[in-house]
C-alpha cells in the first residue's frame, strides 16, 4: 500500500513530534507519523516508526517550533 502525504502534512507532524514527543526527526522519517496525524493511516494494535533527525538545520527547527512558514527551495509549507 502506497499513502501520500503533503508538505504541509509532514511539517505538522514534525512539529507535532517536538513539542509533544521532545523528538527531532528530519522530514522523510516523519512521514508515517504525518500519514496517522492526517487520517490516511489508521494503526490496529502495536506499531513502530523510526525516526532520524540529523539532517534538520537547526534554523528549520527554530522556524517549526515557532510555527513559522519554512521555505524549502521555490516551495513554502506549514506555519500556523
Not at 14 to 31: C, F, H, K, Q, T
Not at 55 to 79: H, K, N, S, Y
Amino acid at each position: 500500500e502506497t499513502l501520500l502525504v503533503s508538505e504541509d502534512e509532514i511539517y505538522r507532524a514534525m512539529r507535532a513530534l517536538i513539542l509533544e514527543d521532545r523528538l527531532i526527526a528530519e522530514g522523510g522519517s516523519a512521514v508515517s507519523h504525518a500519514a496517522v496525524l492526517a487520517g490516511k493511516l489508521t494503526l490496529e494494535g502495536p506499531a513502530a516508526f523510526i525516526l532520524s533527525g540529523r539532517g534538520v538545520a537547526p534554523a528549520q527547527i527554530e522556524a517549526i517550533v515557532a510555527g513559522r512558514p519554512l521555505r524549502l527551495g521555490e516551495l513554502t509549507v506549514g506555519g500556523v
